[in-house]
């Protein structure tokens, strides 16, 4: 409707009639105006009320988007309140008038107000209730009754009594008991049932009660007797106890026992198959315990997947890794992390705690072992604690012994040091690893007769020790493995190593698993050995004959894992050219740190070279005993180095410079046997391999990032859910809330209205008590005042009348 | 007379000598009639140092009574007293800069070159620089000692124009021995690089100017700066024209790049120097590389066959000197172009890949994260890491060829880098690690070579010892019967 306020005030009231032409007169119609003069005012009223708009209450929306419906934005609360006034009034009404006057019965029966049931489905519920009923009320009232144990209600009987077996059989049994009662044979009474029950439950309690007592006096009877077992037991455990029954000191041994270890039962006697199975697993499971630690990379690879998986990781700044050799373990200054593979590794992490137990209980059987008993023990009694020893006070155990009962002190030193004996012997033992290893450096200094038994014997101290205790000598050894690092950074002129120095990196080997992929001692001795490859000049025979040494060490150690080391490679291809008369060049050479040795190519039967280098003379005898072992050393490398792929690569070269080497001193081709398996190796190989294929990966989809076309899209969906079933779930649910907090409202808004109506009420009742009472009063006061008038009339008369 | 005193002065002792070196002074000074000592005196200062300072101070007088100057016409006694002085005089500089034994003896001869200046110009008071004095005692100081060249070379640095100067002068004594080319040119040249590569070029030239002699003429050149790069360029150019040994060369060429070439007016006149550097070998080459990089990059220096060169200079040699981070580093610049063809890029990765196989691990550690962002750079090589072609009975073959120097024909891109394959199972579960990158899908877009150059056998060894076990150490559960049984043959 068009126009201003005041423009449809008029045509709102010309429409009623009340202004505008009253004298048009329509035929068959009575005009609005004749109708009643108080309905006028009224209607007045309405539309004075239709054009108040301080009634109306308008929502305001501040984006008015797409033409959306939305409910409730005008409304009328102050007409809507006088509404529900009203009708709550209404109600209040009927109820206060109701109030005490209706009665009536309320119809609980199942079903009955279901109009979905047949008539038969509401006899068959019913019946089910009831059974119910029935079945679930014994249970409830047995809960607390000792006596309903055997349920009679719910058996089946026939005039009283039950027809089960059983039952039959329990009436024989009472029969035979009390015939007098059954001579009767009369059925029980419930009151009669009850007192027997009764009966029978208390004698079974007073049954309880003395075995109850008994009990209690045969504990008595075991307590009186404790002091001798406690006796018995502390002597066994060593300890010296006096007998006393005071009660603080009875509670004190009892937590003290309860406290003392166990006693672990005893190892059943094994028969020889079973020690072997039992060795046989228990090796199984080392070399399972190995072999994870040689993959540990593989364990590792699925991290790295992760890594690199992670989409974020492309986004990185560079700043984000300050290094990025760091990632891969080459710390340059702060080198705290651990290396790649041992990061958080489950695995390793359990096997390290095995292997720990594992030690634990080697310990004793590692230092049990039998040693030659020539040594009186006594002789150790001197190194007791910590601080008397150093290495004077240990060289002293060698001092009167020849070179040769070595050995022989070593196993008793250790045997008398075992830790089962103290617990300071430990220390002791992790201690003098240091001192053993200055002496074996000293023992090998000078001429040794057999030197591999000397060897040998300080190697099975050294491993003792070391298996015992790897942890805390883990130092020790590494100290020694610094050692030889800073030895060889300090070389200057002649390079050759010492035999301790050989001999201890060899040990290393043999105590420690080469093939682990990380290694606390074995990783930084690779390097060391590695360092030396590379750096040494090899001017001279000695320094060759070290670097051979050197190369057998590397290649033991990767007997089992089998990992490249290029250093390797490069000193058999430096040892040839180093030895060549003839310069020999290749491209995988270092040519600027070959020095040729001036060998002349004169060759004799090859002699034993011994690990004393130093003192290596360049004779005839010596080259050939090294270029035969380079040979053999260059076909345990190729074998060893069977499954790489590179290998016709290095090995060819190899080839090929042992063939120019050949070339040049003819006399030598009887000590290179193993020239022939070399080229073998090297062609088969090379049929064997193919191209890589590196870069196979499982295709990953691009995240597509269109937005979803939704067809039936709706501003006023608050829902984002798309499953109908979900979507209707969460409108239930907020419906319910909904519900719940209108119906909440409701019953405050009913409970408020009822206190005022109460209160109106009584108001109203008090205001009708009051007049009431005034009513009286005045009736009285009006009597009262005729009655005192009459009197005072009549008071006044009898004076006058005097 | 003379003679027999300078052979007897050892025997006699050195107090007799100086007491007669000092009568001899004083006669000379005392009278121009008594100038004929002069000759017994420098034949005293042979030997004796208070000979040298009597015949410094006679000489001090007699040039500052003027008796040098010549006369009117030529002929006359004055001349003739002049010329005969002169040669006295020279004859004492070439002994006293033969015996440059401590720094006072230095001493003398400045003073000698800033009075003879002040004396001899021709023009009374104009800026004269006495040249034969100075080229004699630049001579001298070949066979000085460390410490009185330190001096000497402080004394220059620390004046403008005596910087040039020596300068001017290296250039001109350099070219005359090199046409004398006798057998002591070595250590002559030696002596003028030593003293270059001491000196260097200011960078706040004539800022505040020092000068030793009297302040120069407006017009003069020593207050040009681009007459001082001329003379430094000079100086450099004769010099390296000169035979040097092979560290001078290493020396020069490790500084050219940055502390030379920016100061020469014309740097393209190292060209035939460089060429010839690079083409050398071994570290010379990768040092030259540098210098030579920069006359490229700034000059447009054209220079044939580069990749050639610096294909052939890849070798195993490489990685032990110690310019190898200083080469990878250039060498990661020369192949940032994408530019360049496939077939190159692959025979260099190809090398390097096999050159890694008898490399030590610090130099695995740069090589393969170059390979990285080489592939990535080039991915149409990436087929030497992922054969697309069906595997055939001949596939295993290696088709490249090692020993081909030009880098366009190696047939490097038919090849596959089995090398790296290998070295994902080297000894070292670092080196290991990274090299499993190659197997890793190639997310990354390229690795920072910086982190990677300056790893050491040192660096490695040391970061393991710093290491803390996290896990209990594992011993092998093996036992062998003897440590030394598989070294059977070295023991006895």
């Known amino acids: 409707m068009a126009g201003s306020q005041l423009k449809k005030l008029r045509n709102r009231l010309k429409e009623a009639g009340f202004i505008g032409q009253t004298n048009v007169k329509t035929k068959g119609k009575k005009r609005a105006s004749a109708l009643p003069r108080d309905d006028r005012e009224e209607r007045l009223d309405e539309i004075r009320s239709e054009f108040n708009k301080f009634d109306v209450k308008k929502n305001k929306e501040h984006h008015d988007i797409g033409g959306r419906r939305v409910k409730g934005s005008e409304g009328r609360p102050s007409e809507r309140k006088q509404v529900e006034l009203e009708l709550r009034k209404a109600q209040y009404e009927e109820l206060v008038e109701r109030k005490g006057k209706i009665g009536g019965i309320v119809d609980r029966r199942f079903g009955e107000n279901d109009v979905n049931l047949t008539p038969e489905e509401k006899m068959i519920e019913r019946f089910a209730h009831e059974r119910r009923i029935n079945s679930a009320k014994p249970s409830k009232s047995s809960l607390f009754n000792l006596d309903d144990e055997e349920e009679e209600s719910s058996l089946l009987t026939h005039m009283g009594e039950s027809l089960s077996f059983e039952a039959a059989a329990e009436q024989e049994d009472d029969y035979q008991n009390d015939t007098q009662s059954d001579s009767e044979s009369h059925p029980k009474s419930k009151h009669e049932i009850m007192q027997e029950v009764m009966a029978k439950s208390k004698k079974y309690k007073y049954e309880r009660q003395k075995q109850k007592e008994a009990d209690l006096d045969e504990i008595e009877k075991l307590d009186s007797q404790f002091d001798l077992i406690r006796n018995a037991l502390s002597d066994d455990l060593g300890r010296e106890r006096k007998a006393n029954d005071d009660k603080d000191d009875y509670e004190n041994t009892i937590r003290d026992l309860a406290l003392d270890r166990r006693t672990a039962p005893t190892e059943p006697t094994l028969t020889k198959e079973e020690i072997e199975k039992r060795y046989q697993e228990k090796m199984k499971e080392l070399e399972a315990q190995r072999i994870a630690r040689m993959n540990g990379m593989q364990e590792n690879d699925d991290d790295i997947d992760d890594y690199n998986d992670n989409p974020d990781h492309l986004d990185d700044d560079h700043d984000v890794y300050a290094n990025e050799a760091t990632e891969f373990g080459f710390g340059l200054g702060d080198t705290e992390e651990e290396p790649l593979i041992d990061s958080d590794d489950a695995e390793s992490g359990t096997d390290s705690g095995e292997s720990g137990s594992d030690s634990d209980s080697d310990i004793e059987d590692i230092l049990d072992d039998e040693g030659p008993g020539l040594v009186k023990t006594d002789m150790y009694d001197s190194l007791g604690s910590l601080d008397d020893l150093n290495y004077d006070s240990f060289k002293q155990l060698f001092k009167k012994s020849d070179i040769n009962q070595y050995p022989a002190v070593l196993s008793g030193f250790l045997k008398s040091k075992s830790a089962k004996l103290r617990a300071v012997n430990k220390d002791i033992l992790v201690a003098s690893l240091a001192h053993i290893l200055k002496l074996l450096k000293e023992t090998l200094d000078r001429d040794l007769e057999s030197p591999n038994l000397i060897i040998d014997s300080f190697t099975s101290a050294i491993k003792q020790i070391v298996r015992a205790y790897p942890d805390a000598t883990m130092l020790t050894v590494r100290k020694a493995i610094a050692d030889i690092a800073n030895t060889i950074r300090n070389f200057t002129t002649d390079w050759t190593l010492s035999s301790y120095h050989l001999v201890l990196l060899s040990i290393c080997g043999v105590i420690y698993p080469t093939s682990d992929h990380y290694h606390v001692i074995i990783t930084p001795s690779n390097l060391v050995m590695t360092e030396y490859l590379t750096m040494c000049p090899f001017q001279s025979v000695s320094e060759l004959a070290s670097g051979l040494f050197v190369t057998q060490i590397l290649l033991k150690y990767q007997r089992i894992s089998k990992r490249y080391i290029p250093e390797v490679s490069q000193f058999f291809l430096r040892f040839f050219a180093a030895l060549s008369p003839r310069i020999i060049s290749h491209p995988l050479l270092m040519q600027a740190s070959v020095t040729s040795l001036g060998f002349k190519g004169e060759l004799e039967e090859p002699c034993i070279l011994g690990i004393d280098f130093l003192s290596l003379a360049d004779t005839p005898a010596v080259y050939s005993a090294m270029i035969k072992k380079c040979s053999e050393l260059m076909l345990t490398a190729a074998k060893t180095w069977a499954d790489l792929s590179s290998k016709p690569e290095f090995v060819g070269a190899w080839v090929y410079v042992v063939e120019e080497f050949q070339g040049n001193v003819p006399s030598a081709e009887r000590f290179l046997k193993e020239l022939d398996s070399l080229r073998r190796l090297a062609k088969m190989a090379e049929k064997e391999r193919k191209p890589l294929t590196l870069q196979t990966h499982r295709a990953i989809p691009i995240r597509t990032l269109a937005p979803k076309f939704d067809p039936n899209y709706s501003i006023d969906r608050k829902s984002k859910n798309s499953d109908p079933q979900a979507q209707e779930l969460s409108k239930l649910r907020y419906q319910v809330k909904q519900e719940r907090k209108a119906a909440l409202r409701e019953v405050r808004k009913e409970q408020k209205f009822v206190a005022e109506q109460e209160i109106q009420s009584k108001r109203k009742r008090d205001a009708e008590y009051h007049a009431e009472l005034n009513k009286l009063h005045r009736s009285i006061q009006t009597e009262e005042g005729a009655e005192k008038n009459k009197y005072e009339r009549e008071k006044r008369d009898r004076k006058r009348r005097k | ?492």
């Open chain 2, 1 to 492: 007379m003379a003679r027999s005193v300078a052979l007897e002065s050892p025997k006699k002792g050195i107090s007799s000598v100086s007491s007669e070196a000092l009568r001899l002074q004083r006669d000379i000074v005392g009278s121009v009639k008594n100038y004929n000592k002069l000759a017994q005196l420098i034949e005293l200062s042979r030997s004796n140092k208070y000979a040298q300072n009597a015949c410094t101070e006679c000489f001090t007088h007699i040039l500052m009574q003027g008796h040098f100057k010549p006369g009117k016409n030529g002929s006359d006694a004055q001349s003739i007293l002049a010329k005969w002085l002169m040669k006295k005089y020279r004859l004492f500089l070439s002994i006293l800069h033969s015996k440059l034994s401590d720094e006072s003896r230095l001493k003398l001869s400045f003073d000698l070159l800033k009075l003879e200046s002040s004396e001899l110009a021709p023009v009374r008071n104009q800026y004269y620089f006495p040249a034969k004095t100075f080229q004699s005692l630049v001579k001298g100081m070949v066979s000085a000692s460390e410490e009185v060249k330190n001096a000497f070379l402080n004394q220059i640095d620390s004046y403008d124009d005596l910087r040039y100067y020596m300068w001017t002068q290296e250039d001109i004594l350099a070219e005359e021995a090199r046409e004398s080319s006798d057998s002591g040119t070595t250590a002559l040249s030696e002596w003028f690089l030593e003293s270059l590569l001491a000196l260097g070029f200011p960078d706040d030239l004539l800022a505040a100017p020092q000068w030793f002699f009297a302040e120069p003429s407006k017009s003069s050149k020593l207050l040009q700066p681009d007459s001082h790069r001329k003379a430094f360029q000079d100086a450099y150019i004769s010099v390296l024209r000169l035979p040097l040994g092979l560290d001078q060369y290493k020396a020069v060429l490790r500084v050219l790049h940055k502390q030379i070439i920016p100061y020469m007016t014309t740097p393209e006149l190292l060209m035939d120097f460089l060429t010839a550097a690079y083409d050398f070998g071994g570290p010379v080459s990768v040092l030259a590389l540098n210098s030579l990089f920069r006359l490229m990059q700034d000059r447009n220096l054209e220079y044939p066959d580069f990749f050639k060169k610096l294909y052939g200079l890849l070798n195993e040699d490489l990685f032990i000197v110690r310019y190898r981070s200083r080469f990878f580093r250039l060498f990661d610049l020369f192949m940032t172009s994408t530019h360049l063809s496939a077939s190159m890029v692959a025979s260099f990765i190809k090398r390097l890949s096999r050159l890694s196989l008898t490399a030590p691990p610090s130099a695995i550690v740069t090589i393969l994260p170059m390979i990285y962002n080489l592939l990535k750079r080039h991915p149409s090589c990436m087929i030497m890491i992922q054969g697309v072609s069906e595997p055939s009975e001949n596939s295993g073959k290696d088709l490249y060829d090692p020993q081909e120097p030009d880098p366009y024909n190696t047939g490097a891109l038919e090849s596959s880098l089995w090398e790296i394959d290998t070295l994902m199972s080297h000894y070292h579960p670092n080196v290991s690690s990274l090299a499993r990158i190659f197997k890793e899908p190639f997310r990354k877009p390229n690795y920072v070579l910086e982190d990677f150059l300056d790893h050491s056998y040192h660096t490695l060894i040391e970061a393991e010892f710093k290491r803390q076990p996290r896990n209990s150490v594992p011993t092998e559960y093996e036992d062998f019967d003897s440590v030394m049984a598989d070294y059977v043959e070295w023991s006895v």
